[in-house]
Protein backbone atom coordinates (compact mmCIF):
# COMPACT_ATOMS: atom_id res chain seq x y z
CA UNK A 1 0.00 0.00 0.00
CA UNK A 2 1.20 3.49 -0.76
CA UNK A 3 1.83 5.62 2.31
CA UNK A 4 2.55 8.30 0.17
CA UNK A 5 -0.38 10.10 0.34
CA UNK A 6 -2.48 11.78 3.23
CA UNK A 7 -5.11 8.57 3.37
CA UNK A 8 -2.22 6.76 4.40
CA UNK A 9 0.64 7.16 7.45
CA UNK A 10 2.68 4.30 9.24
CA UNK A 11 4.63 4.92 12.39
CA UNK A 12 6.26 2.97 14.87
CA UNK A 13 6.54 5.87 17.65
CA UNK A 14 2.90 5.87 19.05
CA UNK A 15 -0.33 4.33 19.02
CA UNK A 16 -3.50 5.76 20.45
CA UNK A 17 -5.87 3.12 21.80
CA UNK A 18 -9.52 3.88 23.03
CA UNK A 19 -11.73 0.93 23.15
CA UNK A 20 -14.61 -0.56 25.45
CA UNK A 21 -11.88 -1.91 28.01
CA UNK A 22 -8.71 0.61 27.16
CA UNK A 23 -8.02 4.10 26.99
CA UNK A 24 -4.30 4.26 26.07
CA UNK A 25 -1.25 6.12 24.48
CA UNK A 26 1.39 3.54 23.64
CA UNK A 27 5.17 5.24 23.37
CA UNK A 28 7.37 2.70 21.16
CA UNK A 29 5.05 -0.38 22.37
CA UNK A 30 5.40 0.94 26.20
CA UNK A 31 1.58 2.24 28.13
CA UNK A 32 2.66 6.04 28.62
CA UNK A 33 0.59 5.33 32.03
CA UNK A 34 3.02 3.81 32.90
CA UNK A 35 6.01 5.34 31.68
CA UNK A 36 4.56 8.58 33.56
CA UNK A 37 6.57 9.21 37.11
CA UNK A 38 8.68 6.53 35.94
CA UNK A 39 11.24 7.70 33.08
CA UNK A 40 12.75 11.74 33.47
CA UNK A 41 12.24 14.25 30.82
CA UNK A 42 15.53 13.61 28.93
CA UNK A 43 14.98 9.52 29.34
CA UNK A 44 11.26 9.85 27.48
CA UNK A 45 13.75 11.94 24.50
CA UNK A 46 15.79 9.07 24.75
CA UNK A 47 13.11 6.62 24.59
CA UNK A 48 10.94 8.38 21.86
CA UNK A 49 13.75 9.58 19.60
CA UNK A 50 15.61 5.97 19.67
CA UNK A 51 12.99 2.81 20.67
CA UNK A 52 14.62 2.19 23.47
CA UNK A 53 15.27 3.18 27.04
CA UNK A 54 18.87 5.04 27.92
CA UNK A 55 21.10 3.80 30.65
CA UNK A 56 21.34 5.43 33.71
CA UNK A 57 24.74 7.39 32.01
CA UNK A 58 23.61 7.74 29.33
CA UNK A 59 19.99 9.70 30.79
CA UNK A 60 22.72 11.37 32.89
CA UNK A 61 24.66 12.91 30.01
CA UNK A 62 21.58 13.55 27.70
CA UNK A 63 19.75 16.24 30.87
CA UNK A 64 23.36 17.65 31.54
CA UNK A 65 23.49 18.69 27.72
CA UNK A 66 19.91 20.34 27.71
CA UNK A 67 20.47 22.08 30.91
CA UNK A 68 23.79 23.15 29.33
CA UNK A 69 22.01 24.16 26.23
CA UNK A 70 18.92 25.62 27.68
CA UNK A 71 20.08 29.57 28.16
CA UNK A 72 22.89 31.98 26.65
CA UNK A 73 22.06 35.39 27.30
CA UNK A 74 19.97 38.14 25.42
CA UNK A 75 21.17 36.82 21.86
CA UNK A 76 18.96 37.06 18.51
CA UNK A 77 17.22 34.40 18.78
CA UNK A 78 15.70 35.47 22.61
CA UNK A 79 15.44 39.21 21.25
CA UNK A 80 12.99 37.78 18.71
CA UNK A 81 11.07 36.02 21.67
CA UNK A 82 10.82 39.09 23.83
CA UNK A 83 10.08 41.66 20.42
CA UNK A 84 6.97 39.06 19.98
CA UNK A 85 6.55 39.86 23.68
CA UNK A 86 6.51 43.62 23.39
CA UNK A 87 4.78 43.08 20.32
CA UNK A 88 1.16 41.56 22.22
CA UNK A 89 2.23 38.32 20.28
CA UNK A 90 1.29 34.60 21.85
CA UNK A 91 4.00 33.22 23.95
CA UNK A 92 3.88 30.02 21.13
CA UNK A 93 4.99 32.27 18.44
CA UNK A 94 7.48 33.90 20.56
CA UNK A 95 8.87 30.35 21.08
CA UNK A 96 8.39 29.40 17.72
CA UNK A 97 9.74 32.93 15.68
CA UNK A 98 12.76 32.07 18.32
CA UNK A 99 13.49 28.61 17.10
CA UNK A 100 13.34 29.65 13.36
CA UNK A 101 16.01 32.00 14.07
CA UNK A 102 18.57 29.19 14.38
CA UNK A 103 20.75 28.36 11.09
CA UNK A 104 23.80 26.85 9.65
CA UNK A 105 25.32 30.02 11.30
CA UNK A 106 24.22 30.17 14.60
CA UNK A 107 22.62 27.44 16.65
CA UNK A 108 23.26 25.23 13.42
CA UNK A 109 27.20 24.52 13.13
CA UNK A 110 26.79 21.49 15.92
CA UNK A 111 24.82 19.69 12.90
CA UNK A 112 27.60 20.52 10.43
CA UNK A 113 29.83 19.17 12.21
CA UNK A 114 28.36 16.14 13.76
CA UNK A 115 27.86 15.47 9.66
CA UNK A 116 31.71 15.77 8.90
CA UNK A 117 32.62 13.80 11.72
CA UNK A 118 30.00 10.51 11.91
CA UNK A 119 31.00 10.80 7.61
CA UNK A 120 35.00 11.02 8.74
CA UNK A 121 34.87 8.48 11.65
CA UNK A 122 32.34 5.43 9.70
CA UNK A 123 35.49 4.34 8.04
CA UNK A 124 37.42 3.50 11.20
CA UNK A 125 37.47 0.30 13.75
CA UNK A 126 34.68 0.33 16.53
CA UNK A 127 37.37 1.05 18.72
CA UNK A 128 39.89 3.12 16.69
CA UNK A 129 43.39 3.55 18.53
CA UNK A 130 44.34 7.47 19.67
CA UNK A 131 46.85 7.12 16.71
CA UNK A 132 44.21 6.54 14.02
CA UNK A 133 42.12 9.28 15.82
CA UNK A 134 45.25 11.99 15.48
CA UNK A 135 46.03 11.26 12.03
CA UNK A 136 41.63 11.81 11.20
CA UNK A 137 41.94 15.00 12.90
CA UNK A 138 45.00 16.13 11.47
CA UNK A 139 43.38 15.32 7.50
CA UNK A 140 40.31 17.34 8.91
CA UNK A 141 42.44 20.57 10.32
CA UNK A 142 44.54 19.92 7.00
CA UNK A 143 41.28 20.49 4.72
CA UNK A 144 41.41 23.80 5.37
CA UNK A 145 38.65 26.40 6.26
CA UNK A 146 36.51 26.97 8.93
CA UNK A 147 35.54 23.82 11.48
CA UNK A 148 32.25 24.13 12.50
CA UNK A 149 31.65 23.76 16.32
CA UNK A 150 34.67 25.47 16.79
CA UNK A 151 35.02 29.32 18.74
CA UNK A 152 32.45 31.45 20.04
CA UNK A 153 32.17 35.45 20.35
CA UNK A 154 31.07 36.09 23.41
CA UNK A 155 33.43 33.94 25.26
CA UNK A 156 37.46 33.48 25.01
CA UNK A 157 36.47 29.58 25.99
CA UNK A 158 32.96 28.29 25.71
CA UNK A 159 32.78 27.08 29.53
CA UNK A 160 30.31 24.60 28.95
CA UNK A 161 31.97 22.47 27.00
CA UNK A 162 34.73 21.28 28.80
CA UNK A 163 32.17 20.29 31.55
CA UNK A 164 29.96 17.94 29.48
CA UNK A 165 33.51 16.13 28.28
CA UNK A 166 33.85 15.65 32.14
CA UNK A 167 30.37 14.52 32.62
CA UNK A 168 30.60 12.16 29.60
CA UNK A 169 33.78 10.94 31.02
CA UNK A 170 32.40 10.24 34.48
CA UNK A 171 29.95 8.90 32.76
CA UNK A 172 31.56 6.02 30.32
CA UNK A 173 30.14 8.39 27.45
CA UNK A 174 33.30 9.49 26.47
CA UNK A 175 33.53 7.66 22.61
CA UNK A 176 35.50 8.22 19.63
CA UNK A 177 33.91 11.43 18.76
CA UNK A 178 34.19 12.70 21.65
CA UNK A 179 37.78 12.18 21.38
CA UNK A 180 38.39 13.31 17.97
CA UNK A 181 36.86 16.53 18.81
CA UNK A 182 39.69 16.71 21.76
CA UNK A 183 42.03 15.97 18.91
CA UNK A 184 40.80 18.33 16.30
CA UNK A 185 41.33 21.45 18.98
CA UNK A 186 44.70 20.57 19.98
CA UNK A 187 45.66 20.49 15.88
CA UNK A 188 43.86 23.79 15.68
CA UNK A 189 46.01 25.56 18.06
CA UNK A 190 49.32 23.20 16.51
CA UNK A 191 49.06 24.29 13.13
CA UNK A 192 47.90 28.06 13.57
CA UNK A 193 49.16 28.84 17.08
CA UNK A 194 45.76 29.99 17.94
CA UNK A 195 43.35 28.74 20.64
CA UNK A 196 39.66 28.02 19.06
CA UNK A 197 37.98 25.82 21.94
CA UNK A 198 35.24 23.17 20.86
CA UNK A 199 31.81 25.73 21.22
CA UNK A 200 28.20 24.58 22.95
CA UNK A 201 27.15 23.48 19.33
CA UNK A 202 30.48 21.32 18.80
CA UNK A 203 30.35 19.58 21.98
CA UNK A 204 26.55 18.45 21.89
CA UNK A 205 27.28 17.51 18.52
CA UNK A 206 29.84 15.05 19.70
CA UNK A 207 28.04 13.95 22.77
CA UNK A 208 25.39 12.98 21.10
CA UNK A 209 27.00 11.04 18.66
CA UNK A 210 28.34 8.80 21.37
CA UNK A 211 25.03 8.73 22.87
CA UNK A 212 23.86 6.99 19.43
CA UNK A 213 21.64 9.76 18.11
CA UNK A 214 22.04 10.40 14.02
CA UNK A 215 23.23 13.90 13.01
CA UNK A 216 20.66 14.65 11.75
CA UNK A 217 19.01 15.36 14.60
CA UNK A 218 22.21 17.66 16.48
CA UNK A 219 19.66 20.17 16.35
CA UNK A 220 16.70 19.04 18.39
CA UNK A 221 19.01 19.33 21.31
CA UNK A 222 19.62 22.21 21.27
CA UNK A 223 15.56 23.83 20.32
CA UNK A 224 14.24 21.84 22.88
CA UNK A 225 15.74 23.21 26.09
CA UNK A 226 16.20 26.55 24.54
CA UNK A 227 12.62 26.92 23.71
CA UNK A 228 12.01 27.12 27.39
CA UNK A 229 14.78 29.86 27.51
CA UNK A 230 12.46 31.84 25.03
CA UNK A 231 9.67 31.19 27.23
CA UNK A 232 10.93 33.14 29.70
CA UNK A 233 12.34 35.85 27.62
CA UNK A 234 8.93 36.22 26.30
CA UNK A 235 7.07 36.53 30.01
CA UNK A 236 10.10 38.46 31.78
CA UNK A 237 9.43 41.25 28.62
CA UNK A 238 5.87 41.13 29.70
CA UNK A 239 6.29 41.82 32.93
CA UNK A 240 8.19 44.77 32.49
CA UNK A 241 5.52 46.46 30.34
CA UNK A 242 7.86 47.13 27.28
CA UNK A 243 5.60 47.96 23.97
CA UNK A 244 6.77 47.98 20.17
CA UNK A 245 10.56 47.34 20.37
CA UNK A 246 11.85 48.81 17.34
CA UNK A 247 15.14 50.62 16.45
CA UNK A 248 15.24 54.55 16.82
CA UNK A 249 15.67 56.27 13.46
CA UNK A 250 18.83 57.60 14.31
CA UNK A 251 20.77 54.11 14.47
CA UNK A 252 19.28 53.55 10.88
CA UNK A 253 22.00 54.46 7.83
CA UNK A 254 19.45 55.13 4.45
CA UNK A 255 21.45 54.98 1.89
CA UNK A 256 19.83 56.03 -1.94
Known amino acids: MSADNMANW ?5 EVVSTETEEEVL ?20 LLLTGREPTKPQARVLDAL ?8 IAPPSMIARCYASY ?21 AGEQLAKMLSEAAAG ?8 ALRQLAADIVGRGGRIPGYGIPLHGA ?12 EEGC ?15 ERTTGKSIPLNLDGVGAVVILDLGFPWQLTRMFLITPRSVSF ?11 TKWRHLAADDITYES
Request: charged share 20%.
Open 10 to 14: RTGIA
Open 27 to 46: IRGRKLSELIGSLSFAEMMF
Open 66 to 73: LVASIEHG
Open 88 to 108: GTSIQAAMAGGIMAFGDTMGG
Open 124 to 131: LDVDPSDD
Open 158 to 169: DPRSPKMLSVAR
Open 174 to 188: FGTHCRLAELIEQEI
Open 231 to 241: AAHYYEEQQQG
